[in-house]
């Protein structure tokens, strides 16, 4: 068995772990607009979940460049409020701060 290694650059926040079916059922019937996934990443002893609005992998050896005025006001606040209303879905109310991150995941 071999191992994979990815790294993925998104906005959003982590959640509690939860299982794939879950959040399919949680997140289908979104409004359309901004769309809302999921990410899980970690090795096989940390499974972390994700709630993204934008996620795009990251090769070893490549970069991204995020800077304030690539994405405006209104949009960055419309992304917040679907990753809140994600969330309320899943019955997550607290902690719900996104941000961009970046999460290395092993598989």
Sequence with gaps: MGMY??????????????DSEALEEALKGQPDGTHVGYLHAGDYDRDMTFLTTKCVEVN????????????????????????????????????????????????
């Design 60 to 107: 070893l050896g490549d970069h991204r460049k995020v800077k304030p005025e690539s994405f405006t006001a209104p949009e960055i606040e419309a992304w917040n409020t679907a990753l809140r209303e994600a969330a309320a879905r899943l019955g997550v109310h607290e902690g719900i701060e996104p941000g961009w991150f970046v999460v290395p995941d092993l598989s």
């Design 5 to 18: 290694h990815s790294t993925y650059f998104a906005y959003g926040f982590q959640i509690p772990a939860t």
